[in-house]
């Protein structure tokens, strides 16, 4: 059964700051996402990352994927307050049907 | 709006009644997927059709929920007999046929409170 932990679970940080997310997952997978929830709202999708050494940026957003250890991280620079959200990294298992395999969240607060 | 829609979304209802929520894809997106998201935790997989055909279901799809796509384009997730435990957010989400750089976009979502 393919289990995707992320940590922190909980994380607030100061304005400014950099951080990292970590996604971590138990089985092979070519394809990892990150998404961004709001309270009470929907998904919003961050990033697809497809193959290993991927990484994309957005604005101070900037994931990466290593396949091999089977991590994931979600690096954010300069952290400004419009950042507050959780954010989940979510699996679909190789060769599967995108059915998704999320982690537990990250629950971010910025705070000035 | 070229978004995935779906409808209620809220929803109160009594322990015991039915309720059916509705969800319509992006057009051209021929899979679609129901995800439960209950307070504090991520999406968990329900079930999944490509076209009309119900490919896979989770453990945790009761024989009290069912969902159908009777002609590919939308579809409707009906649970019977509510229980408290199913308080929650249902959320749907579309995608095309696995192509490289596909991915999933979802909808807004129907909050569901079983009182």
């Known amino acids: 059964e393919l289990k995707v932990e992320q940590n922190p679970l909980f994380l607030s940080m100061q304005e400014g700051k950099n951080y990292t997310i970590y996604c971590n997952y138990s089985?092979?997978?070519?394809?990892l996402y990150w998404y961004r929830q709001d309270p009470g709202k929907s998904l919003e999708s961050l990033f697809v990352?497809?193959?290993?050494?991927a990484v994309k940026q957005e604005g101070r957003l900037m994931a990466s994927l290593d396949t091999k250890a089977r991590l994931s991280t979600l690096h954010i620079t300069a952290a400004v307050h419009d950042l507050s959200a959780t954010y989940f990294c979510?699996?679909?298992?190789?060769?599967?049907?995108?059915?998704?395999?999320f982690g537990t969240g990250t629950r971010l607060t910025i705070i000035p | 709006d070229t978004g995935v829609s779906q409808n209620p979304r809220h929803k109160i209802t009594k322990r015991g009644q039915n309720v059916t929520f509705r969800c319509d894809p992006i057009?051209?997106?021929?899979?679609l997927y129901w995800y439960r998201q209950t307070l504090g935790q991520g999406p968990e997989f329900l079930t999944y059709?490509?076209?009309?055909?119900?490919?896979?279901k989770s453990r945790l799809l009761s024989d009290r929920f069912s969902a159908e796509r009777p002609k590919g384009s939308f579809s409707t997730l009906e649970i019977q007999r509510t229980e408290q435990g199913d308080s929650a957010m249902y959320l749907c989400?579309?995608?095309?046929?696995?192509?490289?750089?596909?991915?999933?976009?979802f909808g807004q979502g129907t909050r569901l409170t079983v009182v």
């Open positions: 089985t092979t997978s070519d394809r």
């Open positions: 057009s051209e997106h021929n899979r």
């Open positions: 989400a579309s995608s095309r046929q696995r192509m490289r750089d596909t991915e999933a976009f």
């Open positions: 059709f490509q076209n009309e055909a119900q490919l896979e």
């Open positions: 979510a699996v679909d298992m190789k060769g599967g049907n995108e059915k998704l395999t």
């Open positions: 990352l497809l193959s290993n050494g």
